[in-house]
């Protein structure tokens, strides 16, 4: 290789879009540009301010365009859902033609897609993503489809980041010094709000722990296709007083809801990676009460970042958060091994370091 650096064409959703892809770029980017290596950012797919006709057929041309400056690694960022399962697998067969490397880096992982992947679209799959040099996935249980699939390349488990600016001015004792203090606990699900994610489950186990006259609000911080009705059932169950819709935050509005709020509640039975709400809401030392589903059953250890449970029972999920929120001992140890966990794991300049590594091993 004549050239001092390594050359890398990687494809994006935009930028400025939300989302998990498009935030966990955001974060790590400042800190993957170092001298040795020069990123080709093609950013893809539809936006708002970016709609085109035939923007599928746009974004093909763009990435064949991109692969005459033959790149030293292709980088795509798919998810397992049919958009970009489809698209995204052309890139792969585009940049094989070329004889050039291809990293595939595999974040949201739809289940019941990956279902028909096995089945249905298992001849595309061969034919595309099979093709590539290494992947990245952010759970073992999607490492073991890979390998079910065929799969005999590398495969690396990455995690999801958390900003570094988050906890720029944050203090974790003074946090837990404060939620002695608050006669009313604080519960917060923030995510997308889909009854995949858990929100009912949430809001039963919330009621029972109102019927039990504990001092207890639930935020519900989101925006997503069942926040109507979920609104609905709120109203149903005569709790209106006791939760608060925060709608979709970000920024400032962010931090301080995690700073004032004291247990996260997230039981989902989705086909998680590593949710990133969740991991920033253990920066911020809410202790966590989840399911074990993808990336989480990875790193989760059950009572010391919170409770795991298999169960989707409310009534479970109520018992467990009233655990934490009657012991004061078990909530500040919690709090800070949550907090200095993610500290030394997850923050972007980290995860930005170990993907770093990766990139040097697919090119050599």
């Not at 073992?140 to 600016?165: C, M």
């Not at 109102?210 to 926040?227: E, F, M, N, T």
């Not at 911020?284 to 250890?301: A, H, M, Q, S, Y």
Request: proline share 3%; hydrophobic share 45%.
């Amino acid at each position: 290789m004549n050239k001092n650096f390594l050359y890398i064409l990687i494809t994006l959703p935009y930028l400025k879009a939300k989302g998990g892809v498009a935030n966990f770029y955001n974060y790590i980017l400042p800190y993957l540009n170092e001298s040795n290596f020069k990123f080709d950012l093609l950013e893809i797919g539809s936006a708002k301010n970016k709609k085109k006709l035939f923007y599928r057929l746009r974004d093909q041309l763009r990435f064949k365009t991109h692969l005459k400056y033959k790149p030293d690694l292709v980088f795509i960022n798919p998810s397992i859902e049919i958009k970009s399962f489809l698209r995204d697998g052309l890139f792969v067969w585009q940049a094989k033609r070329k004889n050039l490397p291809v990293l595939v880096f595999f974040h949201g992982w739809n289940n019941k897609f990956a279902e028909k992947v096995s089945t249905k679209f298992y001849w595309f799959f061969k034919k595309t993503f099979a093709k590539a040099d290494c992947f990245i996935v952010l759970a073992s249980d999607f490492k073991k489809q890979l390998r079910e699939w065929g799969i005999k390349v590398p495969i690396y488990i990455l995690n999801t980041a958390v900003d570094d600016r988050l906890l720029k001015d944050f203090n974790i004792r003074e946090k837990i010094k404060q939620a002695k203090k608050n006669k009313v606990l604080k519960i917060l699900f923030l995510a997308r709000i889909e009854k995949e994610k858990g929100i009912f489950e949430t809001i039963d186990a919330f009621n029972m722990l109102v019927l039990k006259k504990l001092s207890v609000k639930l935020s519900i911080a989101g925006d997503g296709p069942a926040l109507k009705e979920v609104k609905e059932y709120v109203n149903f169950l005569h709790i209106n007083q006791y939760v608060n819709f925060l709608g979709y935050v970000t920024g400032k509005k962010k931090i301080e809801t995690f700073i004032s709020h004291d247990i996260y509640c997230f039981p989902t039975y989705y086909g998680e990676g590593m949710p990133v709400s969740l991991l920033e809401a253990m920066a911020f030392g809410l202790p966590v009460v989840t399911r074990p589903v993808g990336g989480i059953k990875d790193f989760f250890e059950n009572g010391k970042h919170g409770f795991l449970t298999n169960s989707k029972d409310p009534k479970i999920l109520a018992e467990l958060m009233e655990k934490i929120l009657k012991n004061d001992h078990l909530f500040k140890s919690i709090s800070l091994y949550n907090h200095q966990f993610v500290k030394k794991n997850f923050m972007a300049s980290k995860v930005a370091e170990k993907l770093k590594n990766i990139i040097k091993s697919c090119v050599n």
